[in-house]
């Protein structure tokens, strides 16, 4: 799906409603904003109830781990490089 929207004296844009609904997109949604070749990219931030419940299982560690928030932090960033 290709659009074209325009960007407003404040510097925002509106998303096409297609687009919104494909992705589930709300009014409080937040996004990564990636740069590189040339072009700007709109990741959306997903939300969980319960975000230590999708973290499990994702790691595999050798030792026990004693900031286990801080290791996902980690890996999310190293994933999103």
């Known amino acids: 799906m290709t659009n074209t929207v325009e960007m407003g004296k404040s510097g925002r844009i509106v998303l096409p409603k297609e687009t919104r609904e494909k992705y589930n997109l709300g009014q409080k949604t937040k996004f990564i ?36 928030k801080a290791e996902a932090r980690r890996y999310i960033r190293k ?3």
Not at 38 to 64: M, Y
């Open 33 to 68: 904003i990636r740069e590189g070749k040339g072009e700007i990219t709109l990741i959306p931030l997903q939300k969980h109830d319960n975000p230590t419940e999708k973290l499990c299982g994702i790691l595999t560690v050798e030792e026990p781990i004693d900031d286990p």
């Open 79 to 81: 994933k999103l490089e």
